[in-house]
């Protein structure tokens, strides 16, 4: 990866405030955090304000189309288009972008700029030197305008504030046909309800068939206006599309300030308006900002580090914040929600329910993270998506504003579920989970509500292959190699979810499915390969082919996708011939050349360190896997070599997209010095930890400490490890370990330290 310019001067106006706003009895983290991390390259986040976990996201958007405008922000753009009130943070999908709203001084443009234009009519440029950007709180000068910009958010409630100059054609674009990817409009509808007030309900069909938002915003200033619903064309000639804008008028004084509180819902305009009154009484901006920093810097307080490395905090900080900004909160403040089945049901605001569950990614490291620092929000996510399950006929795959969208592969709500049970969180309906575990891994599309076109992925023909076949022929299904490898893992979850049950029946059968995997390993070429309906093996074969999401593995190739078996490596290691012979194919991994090959190859597949991908998911286990073989150094050395080359303080310090927190939390784990490796069995892998200490505030008002001796950038091998004073011969470690506060001692060293 190659890491540009470090955003110090970025960060100038983020230490400035720290100094005016910590508080003694609780640190300033949130200084430490640099929101545009990730902002540049891949990493597709944004910087705009939000709050843990938080319904509502207002930012920036600088462009609408393509690949790097997933979260509606690049920092190599120049221009914003408005500041919308919904993103995605490190997705490699997109969506949202909904209800932009952007100050105008003079004439108001409007008009189509073309399709293909990323800048709308009413684009302002801007410069990063104007632009400010914290946990909870963005600002940016708009050049065009003359007018500052400022937003802070809390759970469910946006407040903005505008610094206008002195005009008498001041006012506001509010554009409601707008959405990121220019998404198809299904329903819209828009009232000015008074002369401070506006409201408006769409459903849009994109990533989610069926989107629904509802919004509610309240003018701290009197307008007139303008409604434009006339239908459009983006191009001359070319299709009518539906139009939905209100032009604001009124006058302002230099330096005059306007607040505008919005508010989101799925459910409806008056949970919209709900959501604002219940959480922005007034027009206090400073407070909301305030309260937003505080919330902030109370998730950050969960993991206290030591180190002299101003850097490397950030990059930590930041890591951790990104592992906040999902799942979103879905229950409006009167406890009302749409439901996975599309309909709107009254729940808990104690028991909330949320979405954007990215699960493909996140089960490997976010969830395993919030097991540890917080059990009791990952349980409200666990009650979540056994919701779901009950509403809609089955888990989703990747909820996106509850709607079934069926990407990725898998069914990995079970190992986010299996995982929290056997670490003993069991705060939710047991049997129901359980059910809906044997529910997923089945093949019956019966009771499921979601779209047709959805149904074939949500429902794979490759779980009918692998519970009747025993495995997933190539020729009867894409990405075979892939699922098949990925089903084995969930299977083996459900095994053990069923022994801990008692379920004899259930836990022999998902235990042989568990070792499906040995299926599709080649012995003469020592790779996972695709088996058609013959038995035979795809030809030709290379492992260096991809064909994004249309060959046998899923946003990967052979090299990557031949180590996903977390769950029995001693299994993968007598396949591959043993320990030794182990070890060379696993060396060869990081050795070999990063080239890839194939027309189409998988943009996600990046990061490289000779073939193991760092920028996505597959790989993420697999530098641990040397501690099972006795080649522990093998794993700091790798792990250390993550750090320097995959994480930086930069726009661009991400090798690949976040993932909704995935890639955040892979850093966060490993820079304390530990990783869990096979998501379901609470045994933790230590690496190389980055810091001189780590502390984990737990929940239970314990703490689990990592003490690092002689640590430094060149002492990356591991000499010692003692915990709770005793010599450990194996670098690995229990759950129940950390719940019960011990304390991890690591001794480092300057040269590999050989466990024989």
């Known amino acids: 990866m190659k890491l540009k310019t470090l955003l110090t001067g970025c960060m100038a106006g983020i230490w400035a405030l720290s100094a005016c706003t910590s508080s003694p009895a609780l640190q300033d983290y949130s200084s430490y955090v640099n929101p545009f991390i990730g902002t540049g390259g891949h990493g597709h986040t944004f910087p705009g304000a939000v709050v843990p976990h938080g319904m509502i996201q207002p930012s920036p958007d600088t462009r609408i189309d393509g690949w790097d405008a997933c979260s509606g922000y690049h920092y190599s753009d120049s221009t914003i288009n408005g500041f919308s009130h919904t993103h995605l943070s490190g997705t490699g999908c997109c969506d949202y972008g909904d209800v932009l709203l952007m100050p105008t001084v003079g004439k108001q443009d409007y008009q189509p700029t073309g399709a293909t234009n990323q800048q709308l009519a009413y684009a302002s440029a801007f410069s990063h030197q104007n632009e400010t950007a914290e946990p909870?709180?963005?600002?940016?000068?708009?050049?065009?305008?003359?007018?500052?910009?400022?937003?802070?958010?809390?759970?469910?409630?946006?407040?903005?504030?505008?610094?206008?100059?002195?005009?008498?054609?001041?006012?506001?674009?509010?554009?409601?046909?707008?959405?990121?990817?220019?998404?198809?409009?299904?329903?819209?509808?828009?009232?000015?309800?008074?002369?401070?007030e506006i409201i408006g309900r769409k459903k849009t069909m994109y990533w989610a068939f069926d989107q629904v938002i509802n919004f509610y915003a309240k003018f701290s200033k009197p307008f007139t206006y303008t409604l434009v619903t006339d239908s459009v064309a983006l191009d001359e000639g070319g299709k009518m599309l539906p139009t939905c804008k209100v032009l604001l008028h009124f006058d302002t004084k230099k330096d005059e300030e306007v607040f505008v509180k919005v508010g989101v819902s799925a459910v409806d305009t008056d949970g919209a308006r709900k959501n604002v009154e219940t959480e922005i009484a007034d027009w206090n901006f400073d407070k909301v900002r305030t309260n937003a920093r505080k919330a902030w810097n109370e998730y950050l307080s969960k993991i206290d580090i030591?180190?002299?490395?101003?850097?490397?905090?950030?990059?930590?900080?930041?890591?951790?914040?990104?592992?906040?900004?999902?799942?979103n909160l879905m229950t409006d403040a009167d406890g009302r929600y749409l439901g996975m089945d599309l309909q709107v049901h009254q729940g808990d605001t104690l028991q909330p329910m949320y979405t954007i569950f990215s699960l493909w990614d996140t089960f490997r490291a976010l969830h395993p993270l919030m097991t540890i620092i917080d059990p009791e929000l990952n349980n409200q996510f666990v009650k979540s998506l056994i919701k779901k399950h009950e509403e809609g006929g089955i888990f989703p795959m990747w909820d996106m504003a509850s709607n079934y969208t069926g990407t990725m592969i898998g069914y990995h709500a079970v190992p986010v579920i299996v995982d929290a049970y056997m670490k003993g969180y069991r705060d939710f309906d047991v049997q129901t989970a359980y059910q809906a575990c044997l529910?997923?891994?089945?093949?019956?599309?019966?009771?499921?509500?979601?779209?047709?076109?959805?149904?074939?992925?949500?429902?794979?023909?490759?779980?009918?292959?692998?519970?009747?076949?025993?495995?997933?022929?190539?020729?009867?299904?894409?990405?075979?190699?892939?699922?098949?490898?990925?089903?084995?893992?969930?299977?083996?979850?459900?095994?053990?979810?069923?022994?801990?049950?008692?379920?004899?029946?259930?836990?022999?059968?998902?235990?042989?499915?568990?070792?499906?995997?040995?299926?599709?390993?080649?012995?003469?070429?020592?790779?996972?390969?695709?088996?058609?309906?013959?038995?035979?093996?795809?030809?030709?074969?290379?492992?260096?082919s991809s064909t994004h999401r249309n060959d046998d593995y899923c946003e990967g190739t052979a090299w990557q996708w031949t180590w996903f078996v977390p769950h029995d490596i001693e299994g993968l290691v007598k396949l591959m011939g043993g320990k030794d012979a182990f070890a060379g194919k696993l060396d060869s991994l990081f050795t070999a050349e990063s080239s890839l090959e194939g027309e189409t190859t998988s943009a996600d597949i990046s990061g490289l360190i000779g073939q193991y991908a760092h920028g996505n998911e597959p790989s993420h286990h697999v530098i641990h896997m040397y501690n099972y073989i006795d080649r522990p150094w093998q794993t700091q050395q790798l792990v250390d070599s993550v750090f320097r080359s995959q994480y930086a303080n930069a726009i661009d310090g991400l090798s690949g997209n976040e993932d909704c927190g995935q890639m955040s939390a892979w850093y966060v784990l490993n820079a304390m010095g530990f990783y869990q490796v096979c998501p379901g069995k609470p045994v933790y892998s230590i690496g190389r930890p980055a810091f001189d200490k780590a502390?984990?505030?737990?929940?239970?008002?314990?703490?689990?400490?990592?003490?690092?001796?002689?640590?430094?950038?060149?002492?990356?091998?591991?000499?010692?490890?003692?915990?709770?004073?005793?010599?450990?011969?194996?670098?690995?470690?229990?759950?129940?370990?950390?719940?019960?506060?011990?304390?991890?001692?690591?001794?480092?060293?300057?040269q590999p330290v050989s466990t024989n």
């Open 136 to 196: 909870g709180y963005y600002s940016v000068f708009l050049d065009r305008y003359g007018v500052k910009a400022e937003l802070t958010a809390t759970k469910r409630a946006a407040i903005h504030r505008y610094t206008f100059p002195d005009s008498r054609e001041a006012g506001f674009v509010l554009d409601f046909d707008y959405s990121l990817q220019r998404q198809t409009n299904k329903e819209m509808e828009i009232e000015v309800i008074s002369d401070t």
């Open 306 to 327: 030591t180190t002299e490395d101003k850097e490397d905090k950030t990059v930590f900080y930041t890591a951790l914040y990104h592992t906040a900004i999902s799942p």
């Open 439 to 544: 529910r997923a891994a089945e093949y019956d599309t019966a009771g499921i509500k979601c779209p047709a076109l959805v149904l074939p992925h949500l429902m794979p023909q490759a779980k009918y292959y692998k519970n009747t076949l025993g495995y997933v022929p190539c020729d009867k299904d894409n990405e075979s190699v892939a699922k098949a490898l990925e089903y084995a893992y969930d299977d083996w979850c459900i095994s053990v979810f069923a022994d801990a049950l008692n379920d004899q029946p259930n836990k022999e059968k998902y235990a042989r499915f568990a070792k499906g995997y040995e299926n599709y390993f080649d012995p003469s070429t020592r790779f996972m390969r695709g088996l058609d309906s013959q038995k035979k093996w795809r030809t030709p074969f290379n492992p260096r």
């Open 695 to 750: 502390v984990v505030n737990l929940t239970n008002g314990k703490k689990f400490t990592v003490n690092v001796v002689n640590n430094s950038k060149e002492n990356k091998y591991i000499k010692s490890i003692k915990l709770n004073g005793k010599s450990l011969d194996k670098p690995f470690f229990t759950h129940d370990d950390i719940v019960a506060g011990s304390t991890l001692e690591i001794e480092m060293t300057g």
